[in-house]
């Protein structure tokens, strides 16, 4: 089979990774101040003091529009800690999780609802965090405020239709990290809630602007309260959007933008999938 046939074949089922190594060696190579790095859907990597960190990443489906721009195998050395903010797979993803798991350098923060599908990978207790809301917690020197993430559905709805819906709006989280001199609000996957508009000092946020999350209305909302210095959209651009999907797989980025003021819009910064961005 010609190799371009290959080449193929490999980059629909999600295996080919753009720009390759670019990526982990622009990781690796950053000393100075606190970066971040979009992988794709809810996807960071935040780099400071000498700590990587993640964010729901999601780097084993084989759904994605595009290739991946880093994989698991490269991040497993370099990842000190792996934020997980809810049970669903583009967030929870659990061959991204076993590959991080098979090196010995990255710690777990997995909510509640998803250590039923991460006991099956045998990770030892000590590399694993258990955070609730409203519960402040300290893992590799790096402060995390957790809070809640009420998951949304189709057509603007709170998710109901899971079993085992309380227990994750009990424990599924968004996060505050205390990293690299700044304040970086990460909501998850969440409709906007009170919590969200009475929270401080917030340097970054990342933003998701679905149906199923806070959508563009919402989205300004807590964009104008908050005041972020630096904005950052993401779930979009990602996946192969269907029908039965596009509720969260599409994303609104531009059209967010442009109903945010003239000042928030320098402060809004919507990244490539593999672009890194220095936050000052």
């Not at 190594?21 to 794709?40: I, N, P, S």
């Not at 210095?229 to 959007?241: D, K, L, S, V, W």
């Amino acid at each position: 089979m010609p190799l371009r046939v290959l080449l193929w074949i490999a980059c629909v089922a999600g295996l080919c990774f753009a720009q390759e190594g670019r990526v982990v060696d622009e990781v690796k190579a950053h000393r100075d101040g606190l970066a971040v790095w979009w992988v794709g859907n809810a996807g960071w990597l935040i780099k400071a003091d000498g700590l990587l960190i993640g964010t729901d990443l999601d780097l084993g489906t084989a759904e994605r529009a595009a290739p991946l721009v880093v994989s698991a195998a490269e991040l497993a050395p370099e990842l000190d800690v792996a934020f997980v903010s809810h049970h669903h797979g583009d967030h929870c993803n659990i061959p991204t999780i076993r590959t991080l798991a098979q090196g010995t350098r990255t710690t777990f923060v997995l909510p509640r609802p998803c250590l039923k599908q991460a006991a099956k990978l045998a990770i030892p207790e000590a590399r694993i965090v258990v955070p609730e809301p409203g519960r402040p917690f300290e893992v590799k020197g790096i402060r995390v405020e957790p809070v809640h993430a009420i998951h949304g559905n189709q057509e603007f709805t709170v998710l109901t239709r899971e079993p085992d819906f309380v227990e994750s709006i009990a424990h599924n989280c968004g996060y505050v990290f205390n990293f690299g001199g700044k304040r970086l609000f990460h909501p998850g996957d969440s409709v906007l809630t009170e919590e969200h508009l009475g929270l401080k000092n917030i340097d970054v946020l990342f933003i998701s602007p679905t149906v199923h999350n806070m959508y563009i209305d919402r989205s300004m909302i807590l964009i104008n309260r908050l005041q972020p210095a630096y904005i950052f959209p993401q779930h979009f651009g990602t996946y192969r959007e269907t029908d039965e999907n596009r509720f969260w797989t599409k994303g609104y980025p531009d059209e967010l933008k442009l109903r945010l003021s003239a000042d928030l819009q320098k402060r809004y910064h919507k990244l490539r999938q593999g672009e890194k961005f220095t936050v000052r």
